[in-house]
């Protein structure tokens, strides 16, 4: 049950009531007070303040001064009339709730108002930033574009300038150079008058042979070109013979396809090292012989018929031309595992498991057969432990064989026996 | 931001031409407002079209349609009262022509099995000492020099060895032709190779490879003891050399830059300022580059040989004209900062580079 605080000495003019609310002690702050229309009320825990007013009020322009262990109320009313009292007299419990919800619902609502304006002048706010940067931004391009338009209405000027006299100077030149065309002789220049009259040296015509550089007694009809006597003569021909730095591909150097272009030779370079080395060694191979896949089946057909080593050579053979090939190594393994091999048994399957990565259902029958007979390698070396792993392993891919269930529990015993041997 | 600080200089965009064929080089009638664009048409023929700058266009001249795609020219070789044009073609063939009566060509000769990728011509235009001679390099892998007095044959010719296969020529450059008696060639190949040789000994003087196709080389003066190389190449990147001081067994001195991630086609330097280039990128862009000389340029190695040191380059400007790779690029010999650039978007633009006499 909060403590009431009651209201002292409460008066009024037509536009407004004051009164003023002993706070008891109690600390008050401006979150404290509620007010709505018709509604106030002042809440500090434990201390409460209720009022329904007698007529609504305009609460937005009503002012609450806090101080001395008082609050000092000053409410504007809506409509200037005299009050009969602060609060409603006959103010039931129904209607007091109705009030203080309404209250709750109208502060609510301003508060949203409130925002909802409070944005929408942020909004504009930042539309107008944007529009005045824009604006300086634009002002900007253009004061340099309009630096360069200068420049280039300058230089352009100074260009017709150079041109005009360009073409003065060469108006000069070009007349008596066209004239002499028809005659097929150049311009003289004047300080080359006096050497005129010295040798004449036949010159290159169009159509004339090569131009001999000791002085001609020939003379020609084609000009004196006198440029020519101060020329040294045509170097005597030779040949430089080049080397290249040596590169493989036609096309150009570019460095940042260097490493794939090692890469593509560096692979063939590895194919044309297998088929050379076959090439060398067996040159004496028919060609079914150097297919890898034929060789296996052959191996096959002779384990089939218990000639282990010879199968084994097969194997080998078919390893050598081709090293990626996971079967070759699985069947290889089975025969050592006949020939009592266990160690290279062990190796091949080894091999054959690393070849037969990615572990996915198609290799799942070559894997199975892989750890079995590692597994059997391993327990025929009694290394039972290993051998047990490899088991498992083939049961974790091929739950339903019974025979590798069994035998994997073969094993189990065999290893409980020898620890409770031991 | 390159773009914005007003002492830089400015790529001033001038002019812009549309074309109706696949221009391969541009170049500048010496003293004069007109340029010359060499191309290929779409029916396969090679042209020539002599452009006059007017105000804000480009006036056409003349048209000069030829059997074979034209692939590069110069006016190196020639005098100034001559301004015979020199190219190479697609057939291999080296013509050269008289402008004013096109129809026979001046000198002929077929000078390669394959195209000839690049030209270059010296000791013509009143530049350098020593006789006039044009080189060409062609995608059969020789390089072979011309003097246009003699017929037929080369005067040197710079092939691979038997039986070794050949390497895509890609750019040829004359340099160090201070005299008479001295000339260089420069040869970059698709293999990365720049091999340099020297025409009075006839001998190979010095070769490196720079690990990328090379595209574009050029002296910074080729009438002068040679001072700077600079060789463009794929992916982006170019070598400065420092040709003053050659070490026995190192070579010359070089500083590199990576630009920008496409092909750099060309460079090509001012002709009134040898140590300002601009280089012209695969991404339709242009950068102006200023060499700086390092304190000292060379240095003694601990046996005791000297070695070049190589400076620094910075980069003045760029922009980006086009969207097509820039396969060509010339600097007017006569009036300073105004170039040619042709696009391989059909475009040819006429820029002019300012403020460069505050450098």
New interface residues.
């Given amino acids: 049950m909060p403590l009431w605080l009651r209201e002292e000495s409460w008066h009024q003019t037509p536009a407004a009531v004051y009164f003023s609310l002993p706070l008891r002690g109690a600390r008050a702050t401006s979150d404290c007070i509620f007010c709505s229309e018709q509604y106030l009320k002042v809440s500090i825990p434990p201390f409460l303040f209720e009022a329904v007013l007698y007529a609504p009020i305009d609460e937005t322009n009503s002012t609450a001064r806090i101080g001395n262990g008082n609050i000092f109320f000053t409410l504007y009313k809506k409509e200037p009339a005299m009050w009969d009292s602060l609060t409603l007299a006959n103010a039931d419990k129904e209607k007091l709730q109705y009030l203080r919800e309404n209250a709750v619902l109208k502060a609510q609502e301003k508060a949203k108002e409130e925002m909802e304006a409070k944005r929408i002048t942020k909004q504009e706010h930042k539309k107008y930033a944007l529009e005045a940067t824009m604006k300086l931004e634009e002002a900007e391009r253009k004061r340099?574009e309009d630096?360069?338009e200068k420049?280039?209405q300058k230089?352009?000027k100074e260009?017709?300038l150079?041109?005009k006299q360009?073409?003065d100077?060469?108006k000069y030149?070009s007349i008596p150079?066209k004239g002499e065309?028809h005659q097929e002789i150049?311009?003289l220049k004047e300080r080359k008058n006096e050497q005129m009259n010295k040798t004449r040296i036949p010159s290159?015509g169009?159509s004339k042979?090569?131009?001999k550089s000791t002085k001609g007694c020939s003379s020609s009809i084609f000009s004196q070109n006198l440029?020519?006597e101060q020329?040294?003569?045509?170097?005597?021909?030779?040949?430089?013979?080049?080397?290249?730095?040596p590169?493989v591909f036609p096309?150009?150097?570019?460095?940042?396809r260097?490493a794939e272009e090692e890469e593509w030779l560096h692979k063939q370079a590895e194919a044309r090292r297998i088929i050379n080395s076959d090439l060398s060694e067996l040159e004496d191979l028919k060609e079914e012989e150097k297919n890898p896949d034929w060789l296996k089946d052959k191996g096959n057909k002779i384990f089939a018929m218990g000639d282990y080593l010879g199968a084994v050579n097969a194997y080998n053979l078919a390893v050598r031309l081709n090293s990626s090939l996971p079967l070759l190594y699985l069947n290889r393994a089975a025969c050592h595992l006949k020939l009592r091999n266990l160690h290279k048994a062990i190796e091949d399957s080894s091999k054959a498991l690393e070849l037969l990565t990615p572990p996915v259902p198609d290799n799942e029958t070559a894997r199975v057969k892989a750890h079995v007979r590692r597994g059997t390698a391993f327990c025929q070396l009694e290394l039972y432990t290993e051998g047990l792993q490899d088991y498992e392993a083939a049961l974790k891919i091929d739950p339903r064989n019974k025979n590798i269930e069994n035998d994997a529990e073969k094993i189990r015993q065999l290893i409980q026996g020898t620890m409770q041997s031991s | 931001s390159a773009a914005a600080g007003p002492e830089r200089p400015q790529l001033v965009s001038h002019v812009q031409q549309a074309l109706s064929y696949t221009l391969f080089d541009c170049k500048w009638v010496p003293r004069s407002a007109r340029l010359l664009c060499l191309g290929s048409a779409a029916r396969g023929t090679g042209l020539i079209q002599l452009y006059e700058l007017h105000g804000a266009r480009l006036e056409l001249l003349r048209e000069i349609e030829k059997p074979k795609p034209i692939k590069c020219g110069t006016f190196g070789a020639t005098s100034l009262q001559q301004r015979y044009l020199a190219t190479g073609d697609f057939d291999g063939n080296l013509n050269i022509w008289n402008l004013e009566a096109p129809e026979i060509p001046v000198y002929s000769v077929k000078g390669h099995k394959e195209i000839i990728n690049s030209i270059d011509g010296v000791g013509g235009l009143g530049v350098g000492e020593g006789a006039p001679e044009i080189v060409t390099g062609s995608r059969d892998g020789t390089v072979k020099v011309w003097d246009p007095r003699q017929k037929d044959t080369p005067v040197a010719n710079m092939e691979p060895v038997q039986g070794e296969s050949k390497r895509d020529c890609w750019t040829v450059a004359f340099g160090n032709a201070y005299n008479q008696e001295e000339r260089v060639v420069c040869a970059g190949y698709d293999n990365g190779d720049i091999k340099l040789f020297d025409l009075k000994t006839m001998s190979l003087r010095w070769e490196t490879n720079i690990k990328n196709g090379v595209c574009s080389v050029e002296f910074d003066r080729k009438d002068i003891n040679m001072n700077k190389l600079v060789a463009t190449s794929l992916e982006g990147k170019f070598h400065v050399f420092d040709m003053r001081t050659q070490h026995p067994t190192k070579g010359f001195a070089s500083v590199s830059e990576k630009a920008q991630k496409s092909t750099i086609w060309q460079v090509r330097h001012l002709p009134q300022n040898r140590d300002i280039f601009m280089t012209s990128g695969g991404s339709g862009s242009l950068h102006l580059w200023k060499y700086e000389y390092p304190a000292q340029r060379s240095k003694k190695d601990s046996e005791g040989s000297e070695m070049g040191v190589a400076g620094s380059v910075s980069l003045l400007q760029n922009v980006t004209l086009s969207t097509q790779p820039i396969s060509s690029l010339d600097w007017s010999p006569d009036k300073k900062g105004l170039c040619v650039c042709g696009a391989f978007d059909q475009t040819v633009r006429v820029l002019i580079v300012t403020k460069l006499n505050k450098i």
């Fill in positions: 340099i630096l360069k420049e280039r230089v352009t260009l017709e150079w041109k360009q073409k100077g060469d030149k150079k065309l150049e311009p290159e169009a042979t090569s131009l440029m020519e020329l040294p003569a045509p170097r005597a021909a030779a040949t430089i013979k080049v080397n290249f730095t590169r096309t150009a150097l570019r460095e940042s260097v």
